[in-house]
């Protein structure tokens, strides 16, 4: 699913020159729930930039779905960013103006799929979250845990290759934040390959494999 060789990311800050990713390897296969997990500093932003196809990088390779990323035009990314990843984020990033079947339908919208299906699709999602009770609400009319699980119907209608999830209970209360990880166990569970950045050693343990990240430079956990 995801190989990353050799991957390093360099900015030059006047004389200095700092590598905010440094020579990382890793590789994620089909189905796995990888958290990558590192103090403030260490690099995850960087590569979940580059991950995502929001970024590039300055050496080494990268393939995704076997498909090197190297050579891609900006449009080609977006492409790959709009088929095959599903994004939630600490801030869920939802709109605001907008309810919450829209928020979901909307990256089915980008892909030209009827408007039709969009809905139905949307919902069913939305559904599958436990919040069909909740179609029409806005996002400030949610809890923080229930806008959480809308932007991960949105992350998850357009049937991504990869979920990949930024500190996605930065933002929420503890109780809240151990319920939106057994959501993605579950999401696991059924077969989605999840990859997860945080800081936060407790929410890395509900993943099945941890990656470490300092320095720029990863390394697999040793198992328990
Ligand atoms: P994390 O997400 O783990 O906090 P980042 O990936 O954001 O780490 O940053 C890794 C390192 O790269 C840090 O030392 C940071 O200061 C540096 N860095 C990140 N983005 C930039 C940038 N645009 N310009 C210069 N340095 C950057
Ligand atoms: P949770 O335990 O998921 O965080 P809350 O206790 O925060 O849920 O919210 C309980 C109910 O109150 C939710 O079903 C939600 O729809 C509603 N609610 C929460 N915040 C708001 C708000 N700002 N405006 C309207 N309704 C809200």
New binding site residues.
């Given amino acids: 699913m995801i190989q990353m060789k050799n991957i390093s990311?360099i900015?030059r800050?006047g004389g200095e020159t700092?590598y905010?990713?440094d020579h990382a390897s890793l590789s994620i296969g089909n189905g796995e729930f990888v958290a990558i997990v590192?103090?403030?500093?260490?690099?995850?932003?960087?590569?979940?930039?580059i991950m995502g196809c929001l970024d590039v990088a300055d050496e080494g390779k990268y393939f995704l779905d076997g498909q090197e990323i190297e050579d891609y035009t900006e449009d080609d990314l977006t492409r790959i960013r709009n088929f095959k990843i599903g994004f939630v984020f600490q801030n869920f990033n939802l709109l605001p103006k907008n309810t919450a079947l829209e928020n979901v339908e909307l990256p089915l919208i980008y892909q030209g799929v009827p408007r039709r299906e969009c809905r139905a699709r949307a919902r069913q999602a939305l559904e599958r979250m436990g919040l069909s009770e909740r179609l029409e609400h806005r996002p400030s009319e949610l809890s923080g845990g229930q806008q959480q699980r809308v932007a991960i119907a949105r992350a998850l209608v357009t049937s991504p290759s990869l979920i990949l999830a930024d500190e996605p209970t930065g933002n929420l209360d503890h109780k809240t934040g151990v319920e939106i990880m057994e959501l993605f166990r579950e999401l696991h569970g059924n077969g989605n390959t999840i990859v997860l950045?945080t800081?936060d050693d407790g929410v890395a343990k509900k993943a099945e494999r941890r990656l470490r990240?300092l320095d720029?430079q990863v390394t697999e956990e040793a198992k328990a």
């Fill in positions: 990311k900015y800050i700092l905010a990713l590192g103090p403030s500093g260490s690099g995850k932003s960087t590569l979940m930039n950045i800081h990240i720029g």
